[in-house]
């Protein structure tokens, strides 16, 4: 997908008007996988909010720990071998760690809903999908089998499914890639959640396709009022969707910031980098010549090993043994724009000479 920064600035204009109240709070977020070959430190000491109504994107290289959070917020990790070893995810102020199982699947699905990577895995094949929506509906509002199946056919219209009746009475290997992931947007919103986590949900989805489910969501957004955790590899994704971006990298949040503000002034060289990674229109040098696209160097740190320092510091370019012997913290560069790297300025400077 291409876009471009004025569609991110589109997007941002909505979010001046959203309650600066949180929704979801995650703090000191610390998910580890016990394992015989060491402990994995998939999610550590990472935090951050969303407020009620708006988009936040998290972004970072696969085995970030950006699914990891997701399925943290959810309480859908197997234990063991994953635990969440400290933090708080609060909901309104409610902190789901405390809730029991039995109280976490009351708020699983009708508080907070999430829409799966991949639906052909996520959807049960035995299942009509019409009696897939509808078992939230009777688990959570106590509807008969009848009324869920006509709430059903509604959700699938409401997702822009063609002959909805005829639909629900289908199983999913009737259905195309597209209608699949239509469906879990239907499933997710059955109850009116006043949280959606989207872990890629177009990710298995050609670029035409794709792009119908983001309009989609976007209009769901408008109509629906909630918020949404879009969790992407995808920048093309970022500016089309979000109003914030957090940017993991080896488990930790690096950076965060307004999606305008961290398209035009990364704080971060990983920021950088992917972005530099990008597909731009008219990038090439001259009519005819194939330019190649920028890569960052080097590989992600192993999560079982102890990090000495900055985790990016090996990739980096800008840095130092100051940086390989110390770890930097979150510090807030400008307002609103957060990154936990020790050369930031030095980054904006010498994008301020190019």
């Known amino acids: 997908m291409v876009t471009t920064i ?4 589109e997007d941002a204009v909505g979010h001046q008007g959203h309650e600066e109240c949180a929704l979801l709070e995650v703090e000191g977020l610390s998910t ?3 394992t015989r070959d060491g402990v994995v430190r998939a999610v550590d000491d990472v935090s951050f909010s969303v407020r009620a109504g708006e988009t936040l994107a998290v972004v970072g290289e696969s085995g970030c720990g950006k699914s990891v959070t997701s399925l943290s917020i959810m309480g859908l990790l197997q234990t063991p071998p994953a ?3 400290s933090g708080h995810i609060k909901l309104q102020g409610r902190d789901l760690l405390d809730l029991p199982e039995a109280e976490m699947r009351k708020v699983r ?3 907070i ?3 799966f990577q991949e639906p052909m895995t996520s959807l049960n094949p035995v299942l009509t999908i019409g009696r897939q929506i509808g078992e939230t509906l009777v688990l959570h509002e106590g509807l008969s089998e009848k009324e ?3 709430r059903a056919v509604d959700l699938l219209r409401l997702v822009n499914i063609p002959e909805a009746e005829r639909r629900v009475r289908e199983y999913p290997h009737q259905l195309s890639g597209g209608m699949r992931q239509r469906v879990m947007i239907a499933m997710a919103l059955a109850c009116k959640p006043k949280l959606l986590v989207a872990d890629e949900p177009t990710t298995a989805l050609d670029v035409t396709i794709q792009a119908q489910i983001l309009e989609l969501m976007s209009d769901l957004k408008q109509k629906t009022g909630s918020a949404i955790i879009f969790i992407t590899h995808d920048l093309g994704v970022v500016a089309e969707m979000a109003e914030r971006v957090v940017v993991m990298y080896a488990g930790k949040k690096v950076e965060e910031a307004p999606v305008v503000d961290l398209f035009e002034r ?4 990983y920021t950088e980098g992917l972005l530099a990674s990008v597909l731009k229109l008219g990038s090439s ?3 005819g010549e194939e330019r190649r696209l920028n890569e960052i160097p080097g590989t992600v740190p192993s999560l079982k090993d102890e990090i000495v320092g900055c985790p990016f510091a090996p990739r980096c370019s800008y840095a130092t043994d100051y940086c390989r012997a110390n770890a930097p913290v979150l510090e807030e560069k400008a307002p609103e724009h957060f990154a936990a790297c020790f050369h930031s300025d030095q980054l904006v400077e010498q994008e301020g000479r190019e």
């Open 6 to 9: 004025e569609s991110a600035e």
């Open 32 to 34: 580890y996988f016990f």
């Open 83 to 85: 635990r969440i070893v």
């Open 109 to 111: 699905g009708n508080e």
């Open 113 to 115: 809903s999430m829409i």
């Open 148 to 150: 869920a199946e006509s």
């Open 266 to 269: 990364p704080r971060h060289p």
């Open 285 to 287: 040098s001259g009519e």
